[in-house]
């Protein structure tokens, strides 16, 4: 029988009842457990404890400045694409209190203990391929670059990763253009496709590392006949075939760094608020400031990082002024720093094409029809933005 690409090696099944081990085993192994589940009109991060809290029958509708929960008619538990937060919000947190200091009335100072402020082992269910490309991607810059942050790599280290293969790709979706695939292949312990959608559950689930294999060892599954892993394949191939967005990032990234005056980017910046949601939506995005906090007493003192955004006017103000004080220079670095500088420092684009910033920028400013309205415009390049 001839497989679609992509088809898996052997592979187990498991049904909701296994599901339900998985997180129970997970749990019992002291782990917070996160996946998907429904809140504020949208499919995010939430704390899992029983299949029944993750958004069965329940679909996405995106568009760029659009997101809306759909009832999907059917009981698919993983029948969405992206939310609006990613694993950056648990591994690279908002906001992390970095130390906390006390004076006691005798001059003595008392710091706490960085461990009090440790998150416990989590594991994350649900992570799609893009989700993983982009955890790659922040391992380069806060675990394995220059200035590692020892609490992102404490985090990482001790987090199991169940992925979930993407089979319901929203409109915004183009992780095919930047290297990426529906189908995860690397960075989880467990990989599953949902192949029923009749409440039953059944799920092709791949093993991806060690761990993986002994978490499987200890729920109820059976071994996947070649017809299910057939119809997993499928469903992936099938979402593969539904992404219709493309970003051409052939020449794209030279294009960018030859092009910093072009006057699109002031086209841009006549639509855009500045408002930063691009940055906090990206799962790739890590810039963060840190602000210290203490009392006129002197009596207590804390220093805390969260995240900052390139869009905010006091991000780019040096000693001198600031040195990108129009809105158009901010967008363009922004996305100059995703195509083309972060292949410069990292070695690859800093974009996974998850379509958040598509779908949460409330201005509808679409970076893949941005970047096709430049190139596509051959306008000659002109000193209209500050560079
Ligand atoms: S730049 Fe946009 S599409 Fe690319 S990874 Fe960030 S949020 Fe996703
Ligand atoms: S591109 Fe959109 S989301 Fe980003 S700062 Fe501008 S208005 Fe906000």
């Known amino acids: 029988m001839s497989q679609p690409a992509g088809t898996a090696p052997p ?6 009842q296994g599901l339900q081990q998985l997180i129970d085993a997970l749990r019992g192994a002291g782990r917070q457990v996160l996946g998907p589940t429904l809140r504020d009109g949208a499919v995010v991060l939430g704390e899992l404890r029983q299949v029944r809290d993750l958004p069965a029958g329940w ?7 659009s997101y809306r929960l759909r009832r ?13 937060d990613s694993a950056k919000s648990w591994m690279h947190p908002p906001r992390q209190t970095l130390w906390r200091m006390r004076r006691d009335a005798d001059g003595s100072l ?18 799609r391929a893009c989700d993983l490309h982009a955890l790659r991607i922040q391992d380069r810059v806060l675990r394995d670059g220059a200035y590692a942050d020892p609490g992102y790599a404490t985090r990482r280290a001790s987090c199991v990763v169940v992925a979930v293969h993407c089979t319901d ?7 095919t253009s ?19 959608t009749d409440g039953a559950g059944a799920f092709v689930a791949e093993v991806g590392s060690q761990n993986g294999a002994q978490l499987l060892q200890g729920i109820a599954h059976r071994q996947a006949t070649a017809a299910q892993c057939e119809t997993a394949a499928r469903r992936v191939q099938q979402a593969r075939d539904a992404i219709d967005r493309r970003l051409d990032t052939d020449g794209l990234r030279q294009w960018l760094q030859d092009n910093p005056g072009h006057p699109h980017w002031q086209a841009i910046a006549s639509r855009c608020l500045g408002c930063g949601n691009c940055t906090m939506a990206c799962p ?3 810039c963060t400031r840190v602000d210290d906090h203490g009392d006129l007493a002197l ?22 002024g600031n040195v990108r004080h129009e809105l158009a220079a901010r967008y363009r670095h922004w996305l100059s720093h995703k195509l083309a500088h972060w292949i410069d420092a990292f070695g690859t684009a800093g974009c996974v094409g998850c379509g958040r910033c598509i779908t949460w920028c409330p201005a509808a400013i679409d970076m893949t029809a941005e970047v096709a309205a430049m190139r596509g415009g051959a306008l000659a390049a002109a000193d209209h933005v500050e560079r």
Not at 59 to 65: C, K, L, R
């Open 11 to 16: 592979a187990a099944l498991i049904d909701a």
């Open 59 to 65: 679909g996405d509708f995106q568009q760029p400045a």
């Open 72 to 84: 999907r008619g059917d009981e698919a538990l993983f029948g969405y694409a992206v939310g609006p």
């Open 110 to 127: 008392h710091f706490d203990d960085p461990a009090t402020h440790r998150q416990g082992a989590l594991a994350l269910l649900g992570l």
């Open 169 to 175: 790709p929203s409109a915004n979706c183009f992780c």
């Open 178 to 196: 930047m290297g990426g695939d529906p189908r995860a292949t690397s960075g989880f312990d467990l990989a599953l496709t949902e192949i029923a």
């Open 284 to 286: 790739t995005c890590f």
């Open 299 to 320: 009596r207590e003192a804390s220093r805390e990082m969260r995240w900052d955004s390139c869009f905010a006017p006091d991000f780019s103000h040096l000693h001198a």
